[in-house]
Each structure stands twice: as C-alpha cells, then as structure tokens.
C-alpha cells in the first residue's frame, strides 16, 4: 500500500521572488535552473514573478539572456524546452542596485507594486544569494523599504539564507540576532543543501516506517556508524573561500552533523518542523563536548600534498590558487562522536570528509554487532564479518544490506553478500535536485528541510572548540596525505585504536 504523509501536491499562493546576487553563480547554477524544472513540471504557484537584484547594469532582455545561457549548461535536463523557457522567462525581471543603497530598495518595491496584485506585492521570497556579511544589510533595508514585516503584515514574507551561517559560535549568534530583529525565526529558512536530497529525507522515512530496523537502532545491536562525504575534487579556483572556511567549517559543521542528527535522533511526536528540529537540536545537544585531551585522540585533520586521482596529477593544497604557501588550513577531517543518551552510550559515530579523495560519495555505514558465538569458527577464522547497513546518499543512491551467506556446494563456507536497493531501478531516474525541493518547501512556508537556530548554534558548539585547538598548530608530518588516497595515516589510527577500520565506500553500479 502506499502511504502519502503529506497533503499530496501543495497549494502554493502566488509570490514573487526576490533574488539578491543575481549575477552569482549560484543563482545561475542552481535557483534559476530549480525554479525552470519546478515551472516545468507545474509545481510553481499560479502566478509568480521573480526579481534578480545586483550591481551589474543590464536589462531584463540581457540577464534573460545569460540565464538561458547558464540554463543550457547547468539544466539536469537537457536540452532545454524552448517554449517552457520562454513562458517562465516572461516572469523573471532584473532590478539594478546596490545593497548599500535605500533608493535601489524602494524601486524594488515600486517593481512589486507595478505587478498590480496584492499577492504578487505581499507574499514575498527573499532569496540571499550574496555573501553572508551582507545579510544583516539587506534584511534591514527590505524591512526599511516596508517589504518585510515581522508580523506578516498583509500576505508572508520569508527570508532564505545560504550556509555559511556564521564562522563561529559567535558570529552565528550575530547573524541569527541581525536576521530576527526584522524577521521571526519562522520566517528565517537556512538552507543546507544536504536536507533537499532525496536520500537524505528518506533517512527518517527508512527508521521510522520499517520495525525490522528501528528495533535494532540502538546500543544493543549497532556496533558503530561511519559517516563518510568524500570528494574527489580538490578546492580548485575556491582557494580563498577554503583558506577562511576548511573542511571543518566547511563540511562538518554543516552537513556532517545535519546526516548524523537525522540517522541518531529519536522519534519525532509528529512530522511537523517543529517536532523534526526538536528532536535534531535535542540529539546535537546530547553529543559529548570534546575536550582538549579528547580532541588529540578523537579528531584527525589533514591536508592534501601532490599526487594523482583517477590517473589525474593533482598539485598540492598549498600549490592552489590563492592559497598560502604555508597554509595550515586542513582539506579533510576524520573524528569520532559520542552520544551522551540512553540509545546510544558508548556507541562510536565516526566521520569524515575530505578533498581529493579516490570517490566523491556520501554514505552512512551501519556496522552491526557481531553474533554472540561463531559456530563456524575453524572455517571462517573467529570472526565473521558482522552485518552492515549502508544508505547510499549519492551517487548511485539506495541501500544495501551486507550478510552471510553459505557459498553453493559440499563444503561449508560462510561468505559476505549484498543485497541492494537502488532508488532509480525501484522508482526511474527522476532525481530532482535539491534546489527545487527546497525552494518548494520555503514558497510552502514549511521549514522541516530547513535549519533552525539553535541548530545552527549548537553544531558550531561542537566544532569551535576543535577549531580552537587547531588554531596556532601547525600541521604535522603525519596529517598530510596524498591527493588520491583515503586521508592521513592518523585517521586509520583512529579506528584503530577501537579495533575497527574504514569501509571503503560501496560502489554499486
Ligand atoms: N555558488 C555556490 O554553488 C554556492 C553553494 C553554497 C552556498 N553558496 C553561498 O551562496 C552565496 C552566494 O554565492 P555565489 O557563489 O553565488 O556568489 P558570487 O558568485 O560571488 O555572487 C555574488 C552576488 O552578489 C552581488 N553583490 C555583491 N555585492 C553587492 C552589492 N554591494 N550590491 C549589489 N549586489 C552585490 C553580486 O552582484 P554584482 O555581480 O552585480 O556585483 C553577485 O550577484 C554565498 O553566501 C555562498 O557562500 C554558494
């Protein structure tokens, strides 16, 4: 039987769209394409506009132009629907300003007013795709120009903000202060892009709507979990973004801990926002603060040195652009977590991530117990391999079981096997990116997929203080590691120590 939890295909009143960054390259690369795919596929509101809103001159027929351009690269399907486009692009409006300037404001209300419907002036989505030290700015202006309001005024008006949500504890109690003095955190929709994937939302759907699995969630039966989001990209032209951010900051604050608080969390009392981000923040806040000591021990970083993937020579971290020649920013981090609540008491979560690593995956590996007495000990040596769940984030997304199975024929071996399930084999190949599904659900006014506040502010609890021991540390011989390989030696150390070691990530084609 299939079951739909939510109310089918929602009903979305009409709005318009306010994009600041308009030029940038992720409006180009991902909203515009998303908000195409959504028109396409009949899912924006009846009416809609949106605004593009930048520095650069140039008239609506000019950014329309580059958005087709882009369009044709960065679309998923290709190739573009002309007459689609040309419908959805009769919606879309440039509007020339800069964010400094109160003037450029009020010709963007005059826009909406021109639209000559109250809907079309009142629901509004501010999309801030700009850097984060403007974001206070613009939120104030918006509000100044009489386009925000925190009660809502007449319609809704919702503000979406890009990670990074701050650098810090600090900064992101700032930037969460200037953002709620002319918004209501409802109206705040922070948006890891993780949450819009498919298999990252089907994580919850998997614990909670299969027993078999759900009852054996737990101290009891789970060994440990490794989290694993590795990229075989170096950080190319991003030099001087990473040198500020790093993969801690960059990857771990974020979408590492997003993964590991929806694969830990406890049940939910119902499947609204609030209930979901309950029990996300209530699962961070159970994760055991690391001290200096623990730090030494639990978190391994590394940079990466020369060296070649998939028969590519790589130059080193230090050898990218706009990166310093003694640079001690690190490009992977591998660490273990553990959770302070009756579930999971001594149960390690490792993670990692990296830069320039042999795969770019994402997987949640679910090590089981082993069974309690090996009856086929003098074959298979004193250990089977114990049981393994794998949800496969991307590519190639699904599960996989891994158990044993006797090999055919008259002697008696035990070897591991898979079985796999594959989104696309069950379901076609309809991925839609994570874009369109987040950009749904802020026009919805749902924030389920969307990080709250004290989420946010706890995560950077959890990494500040690693950030902080590293900082002044140089890098050691040992943490460096050789672009095509899995990370330093010490993170392999690391598992070690507990005597386990990293899975290589399931390929399944
Ligand atoms: N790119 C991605 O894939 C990606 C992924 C995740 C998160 N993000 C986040 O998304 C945000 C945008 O990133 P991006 O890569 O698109 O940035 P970007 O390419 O540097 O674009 C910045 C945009 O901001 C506009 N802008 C800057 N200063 C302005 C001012 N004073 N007045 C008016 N407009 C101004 C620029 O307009 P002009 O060109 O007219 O100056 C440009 O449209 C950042 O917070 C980033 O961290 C990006």
């Known amino acids: 039987?299939?079951?739909?939890?939510?109310?089918?295909?929602?009903?979305?009143?009409?709005?318009?769209?306010?994009?600041?960054?308009?030029?940038?390259?992720?409006?180009?690369?991902?909203?515009?394409?998303?908000?195409?795919?959504?028109?396409?596929?009949?899912?924006?509101?009846?009416?809609?506009?949106?605004?593009g809103f930048a520095r650069r001159e140039k008239t609506d027929a000019a950014w329309r132009g580059e958005l087709r351009a882009a369009l044709d690269q960065f679309s998923r399907t290709k190739?573009?629907?002309?007459?689609?486009?040309?419908?959805?692009s009769q919606q879309i409006s440039y509007c020339e300003g800069d964010l400094n300037d109160a003037a450029a404001?009020?010709?963007?209300?005059?826009?909406?007013?021109?639209?000559?419907?109250?809907?079309?002036?009142?629901?509004?989505?501010?999309y801030l795709a700009t850097s984060p030290s403007q974001f206070g700015q613009i939120v104030e202006q918006v509000h100044?120009?009489?386009?925000?309001?925190?009660?809502?005024?007449?319609?809704?008006?919702?503000?979406?903000?890009e990670k990074p949500f701050g650098h810090d504890l600090e900064s992101a109690r700032q930037l969460n202060r200037e953002l709620t003095r002319y918004a209501h955190e409802q109206q705040v929709f922070r948006i890891d892009h993780y949450l819009g994937k498919e298999t990252v939302q089907n994580i919850l759907m998997f614990r909670f709507s299969n027993a078999v699995f759900e009852r054996l969630w737990n101290r009891e039966s789970i060994d440990h979990f490794q989290i694993t989001v590795s990229e075989k990209l170096g950080v190319g032209q991003r030099g001087g973004y990473y040198e500020e951010a790093g993969a801690l900051r960059d990857m771990v604050q974020n979408h590492l801990l997003q993964v590991l608080s929806l694969v830990a969390m406890e049940p939910p009392v119902s499947l609204d926002a609030e209930s979901i981000r309950d029990e996300k923040v209530k699962l961070l806040k159970s994760i055991r603060l690391l001290s200096p000591e623990d730090i030494a021990r639990q978190v391994v970083r590394?940079?990466?040195?020369?060296?070649?993937?998939?028969?590519?020579?790589?130059?080193?971290?230090?050898?990218?652009?706009?990166?310093?020649?003694?640079?001690?920013?690190?490009?992977?981090?591998?660490?273990?977590?553990?959770?302070?609540?009756?579930?999971?008491?001594?149960?390690?979560f490792f993670l990692r991530t990296g830069k320039n690593l042999p795969l770019s995956t994402s997987e949640v590996r679910v090590q089981f117990r082993p069974t309690p007495h090996v009856l086929f000990a003098a074959q298979c040596g004193p250990k089977l391999d114990p049981n393994a769940l794998t949800l496969r984030l991307q590519p190639n997304e699904g599960i996989s079981l891994r158990f044993n199975g006797k090999v055919p024929g008259a002697s008696l071996t035990v070897r591991p096997v898979r079985m796999h399930f594959s989104y696309d084999a069950e379901f076609g190949a309809y991925t839609p990116e994570a874009y369109e599904r987040l950009l749904l659900e802020a026009?919805?006014?749902?924030?389920?997929?969307?990080?709250?506040?004290?989420?946010?502010?706890?995560?950077?609890?959890?990494?500040?203080?690693?950030?902080?021991?590293?900082?002044?540390?140089?890098?050691?011989?040992?943490?460096?590691?050789?672009?095509?390989?899995?990370?330093?030696?010490?993170?392999?150390?690391?598992?070690?120590?507990?005597?386990?070691?990293?899975?290589?990530?399931?390929?399944?084609?």
């Open 1 to 51: 039987m299939v079951c739909r939890l939510d109310a089918g295909r929602k009903v979305l009143e009409p709005c318009s769209i306010i994009i600041f960054g308009a030029s940038g390259d992720l409006t180009a690369r991902k909203l515009i394409p998303a908000l195409y795919h959504l028109y396409k596929e009949k899912q924006m509101p009846e009416a809609f506009r949106v605004i």
């Open 79 to 88: 190739p573009v629907d002309d007459q689609v486009w040309q419908e959805f």
């Open 105 to 126: 404001y009020r010709s963007l209300e005059t826009r909406l007013a021109s639209f000559g419907s109250e809907p079309l002036h009142r629901n509004l989505l501010f």
């Open 144 to 161: 100044r120009a009489g386009l925000l309001q925190k009660d809502g005024g007449r319609g809704w008006q919702r503000v979406v903000i």
């Open 302 to 348: 590394g940079q990466y040195v020369a060296g070649t993937v998939a028969g590519e020579p790589r130059p080193g971290y230090r050898q990218e652009p706009k990166v310093k020649p003694d640079s001690n920013v690190e490009t992977y981090v591998a660490l273990k977590l553990l959770i302070d609540n009756w579930r999971w008491s001594g149960v390690p």
């Open 443 to 509: 026009m919805a006014g749902d924030a389920t997929l969307f990080i709250r506040r004290d989420e946010v502010e706890t995560a950077w609890q959890i990494v500040d203080g690693i950030r902080k021991a590293w900082d002044g540390n140089p890098l050691s011989n040992r943490e460096f590691y050789a672009a095509g390989t899995w990370g330093p030696v010490a993170a392999d150390d690391l598992l070690a120590s507990g005597g386990h070691v990293w899975r290589e990530p399931l390929v399944v084609s």
